[in-house]
């Protein structure tokens, strides 16, 4: 009895050794997972779109942003965008074209550790270049006093909405987003208790939704298979005011949803209507 009482012990012990490494494999390398556009390739230059390189100071990290003016005078709002966790903002100067036709101005902000950026990625650093990005346009370019529009995709959901703990956003659009990291690692697997204890950049968007003063448009594909569409649903329902819109598409297929947004933003006073057809 003395020898299978060892034997039971010594596998106990074993196994929770396995359970131990497994945890800390999870703890240490789910960033590797997140922020895998860490090691995304850019090249374009703002210059070709118009726009201006900025570089800012987010928590000692020199971080990049590019800020592209509207076309024309009208002083219509600033979009502060945050792109997808496997992107650049290389990627969408271009897509910016009928805002800024309409006299709405784009920043778009790198996170730390991608592109050209130095640091690493996460939550703090990110919430961090956001912040360094709205101050330095409202103190330095003439945006104090204009609407800023926080617009995040997929995991730039969750960059603006941390933003919008630090500072005042006039609305929020957020596109292919979840409800929170924690949220997205139950769906996965991971253990109700232990997600909170396991995951190191919660990025709580339906927290924040929860008080956010401000309308909220929320786009999600029908088909994505990386957010599932019920996460959207949640996201509506906690918000204290939120518009919801259907794209037919999954989740990195999705055209641009220039109506749906131009539409939001005109409704809600941020942008101009567009000049009648003659």
């Known amino acids: 009895m003395s020898v299978l009482r060892s034997t039971g012990v010594a596998l106990l012990g074993f196994a929770l050794l396995l359970l131990g490494l497994a945890w800390a494999l999870i703890f240490f390398g789910q960033r590797s997972l997140i922020f895998p556009g860490a090691r995304a390739l850019g090249g374009a230059e703002p210059e070709a779109f118009g726009g201006e390189r900025i570089w800012l100071d987010a928590d000692g990290a020199r971080t990049e942003a590019w800020l592209l003016p509207a076309h024309g005078a009208a002083a219509g709002p600033l979009l502060l965008y945050a792109h997808g966790n496997g992107e650049l903002i290389d990627h969408w100067a271009a897509a910016f074209e009928p805002a800024r036709e309409r006299g709405a101005a784009a920043l778009l902000v790198e996170y730390p550790g991608y592109g050209r950026s130095r640091g690493a990625p996460s939550e703090r650093s990110i919430r961090a270049a956001l912040v360094a990005a709205y101050d330095f346009a409202t103190q330095q370019r003439g945006f104090a006093g204009r609407p800023v ?48 204890l396991l995951v190191r950049d919660p990025f709580d968007n339906l927290e924040l939704l929860r008080r956010f003063p401000g309308p909220v448009l929320l786009l999600h594909g029908e088909r994505d298979e990386m957010i599932p569409p019920s996460e959207a649903q949640a996201l509506r329902g906690g918000a204290r005011s939120a518009e919801l819109h259907w794209l037919p598409c999954g989740h990195n297929d999705c055209a641009r949803p220039w109506p749906p947004v131009l539409r939001f933003l005109a409704t809600h006073g941020l942008l101009a209507e567009p000049p009648p057809r003659p």
């Open 149 to 196: 529009v926080g617009w995040g995709r997929s995991l730039g959901g969750g960059a603006v909405c941390a933003l919008a703990r630090e500072r005042p956003l006039a609305a929020l659009v957020l596109e292919s987003t979840f409800t929170s990291v924690t949220g997205m690692a139950r769906l996965a697997g991971l253990p109700e208790r232990l997600a909170p």
